[in-house]
């Protein structure tokens, strides 16, 4: 034996680094011009500019997370503040991905505050939780007097272009809407691999793509002619869907196998709902085409 091999340090294993991420955002009216006023950020979520694709009264921004996934041990937080009258679009370049962990649960935290007569709308695109992941999602939504929100999350269990599964690891989800205190959704999960739930018809009856659109409404709308408008648009895959109008909130769900069916007829409703319900016409976002 060579003597001077046992001295020799081992070498360190390799090990991904852990993001801590905050992103918080302000957005205020004045004279029926929405600006972002805050923008903050610690670690890598950040928006790189404020865009008024649509003229003054509506700000949008892109929210970038640079790693472009979510591993073991992250944890992000995106807070953001609409002021009253402000109307406030956000969005995302691409699919968010979270990886598998050999470890550490990863979060991300969704604090949204709508000020009264504000409006905010959510629309990301899909989020992709590979095999063996572990994530808690939680969205918050605390509404003001007269305000909306419309919103939508679509999530892919395991890579299913690449025939994965969601077979091990585990996902938590928790969202929550309110106003004034009292709850108008409240909706928490935990979604385990393999669970026989995945399969059950009780459950995503083996679907891989489930998504939820939420939409809040107010005394004076015309509901019953905007569901039956909503109704009247189908997925293109054929997927299990439903729509329903509960006292302060639409809802519409997906079930299928394909992500982008799941978003373009998220899109085909928002077009309908945006105008009947936030008074703007439905302009569809330039980065979704990119």
């Excluded at 970038?64 to 992250?74: C, E, Q, T």
């Amino acid at each position: 034996m060579n003597p001077h091999s046992v001295l020799q340090p081992p070498t360190p294993p390799t090990l991904s680094p852990v993001w801590h991420a905050k992103l918080h955002l302000g957005f205020v009216s004045s004279d029926g011009r929405t600006v972002l006023r805050e923008n903050r950020h610690a670690g890598p979520l950040r928006v790189q500019k404020a865009l008024h694709p649509e003229g003054e009264a509506v700000c949008q921004a892109i929210v970038l997370h640079p790693p472009s996934g979510i591993a073991g041990g992250d944890q992000l937080l995106i807070n953001v503040h609409v002021g009253p009258q402000a109307h406030a679009q956000l969005t995302t370049p691409g699919a968010g991905k979270w990886y598998r962990s050999g470890g550490a649960d990863a979060s991300q935290t969704l604090d949204f505050t709508v000020a009264d007569q504000a409006i905010l709308e959510w629309l990301p695109q899909e989020t992709i939780v590979f095999d063996g992941a572990k994530s808690r999602m939680e969205t918050k939504v605390l509404l003001g007097e007269g305000s909306r929100y419309l919103g939508w999350e679509i999530l892919c269990l395991g890579r299913s272009a690449s025939g994965e599964r969601f077979d091990h690891g585990h996902i938590g989800l928790h969202t929550r809407i309110e106003r004034h205190g009292q709850p108008l959704w409240l909706e928490r999960g935990r979604i385990e691999g393999a669970d026989p739930m995945l399969a059950s018809v009780a459950g995503w009856a083996g679907a891989s793509v489930g998504g939820t659109l939420l939409a809040t409404l107010q005394p004076g709308d015309e509901i019953a002619a905007l569901l039956e408008t909503c109704r009247s648009i189908a997925p293109a895959d054929g997927a299990e869907h439903a729509l329903t109008a509960l006292p302060n909130l639409l809802v519409a769900r997906y079930l299928g196998h394909n992500s982008e069916a799941a978003r373009l007829w998220f899109a085909a409703l928002w077009q309908s709902l945006r105008p009947a319900l936030l008074g703007r016409p439905a302009l569809t976002p330039r980065i979704w085409n990119t």
